[in-house]
């Protein structure tokens, strides 16, 4: 799991980075540097309940909307038939930007539920 955890650091702190020409990079680097703050956690043997919580709400919150949005995954899917999203770095078009931003989410998500499932199933063979 260390070598897990420690991947996502670096990948986790790299995307915070690379928001720095983000028209949003106020909600994404918090979003990412968290991220990377409880894969250190989950490395140091950590499992702060709350702090997971805080997350998966935050993250499975905002990836719904994303989802939902007007232009966000469903418009992509359904009234843009599911463009090729890497196309370009630049995303000119909402629904690109919003897939690409609900894209990171889930790797978020993931990572965390990872953790947190592996966090307390360690926890509970200690106890």
């Known amino acids: 799991m260390k070598v897990f955890n420690w991947f996502f650091i670096v990948f986790f702190v790299i995307s915070a980075g690379l928001q720095y020409n983000d ?12 991220a990377a703050y409880l894969c250190f956690e989950s490395i140091k043997g950590r499992y702060n309940f709350k702090l ?17 949005d007007r232009d966000g995954v469903m418009s992509w899917v359904g009234a843009h038939h599911a463009e090729n999203i890497v196309q370009t770095m630049k995303a000119e078009k909402p ?12 790797i978020c998500i993931v990572v965390l539920a990872i953790n947190a499932i592996y966090l307390n199933n360690k926890k509970k063979t200690l106890a």
């Not at 997971?52 to 939902?68: K, N, S, T």
């Not at 629904?95 to 889930?106: A, D, H, K, P, S």
Request: net charge negative.
């Open 23 to 34: 028209p949003d990079p106020y909600i994404w680097v918090p979003i990412y540097l968290f």
């Open 52 to 68: 997971y919580l805080l997350g998966f709400l935050v993250y499975i919150g905002y990836a719904i909307g994303l989802f939902i």
């Open 95 to 106: 629904w690109i930007e919003e897939t690409r931003e609900f894209g990171g989410l889930v």
